[in-house]
């Protein structure tokens, strides 16, 4: 992608998250914008603090913006599909 194209999807509004997918594979969730610092040639992505199971990382990681696959949004802070209203019960 492009540096211009990935800070348009991270200033959306209001912003929910968004899932990055990098070429090698690997995936990252940015849940604030500012966990994302994009310029012309790179882009770092901040680590949060602890993984899936409690272990501290912190840190970041950097890529070539050329390497972001895609930008896909996480509806309502998490992944899958955006929760709508449930439908009333049909009156019998």
């Not at 194209?5 to 929910?16: D, G, H, N, S, V």
């Amino acid at each position: 992608m492009l540096a211009h194209e990935i800070k348009a999807l991270l200033r959306t509004q209001p912003f929910q998250g968004a899932r990055i997918h990098i070429s090698d594979g690997e995936t990252y969730e940015v849940m604030h914008p500012d966990m994302v610092y994009v310029t012309s040639t790179i882009v770092q992505i901040a680590l949060p603090p602890l993984d899936a199971h409690g272990i501290p990382t912190g840190g970041s990681v950097y890529c070539d913006p050329i390497h972001i696959t895609r930008i896909e949004p996480l509806h309502n802070g998490k992944h899958g599909k955006p929760k709508g209203r449930k439908k009333p019960p049909r009156a019998a």
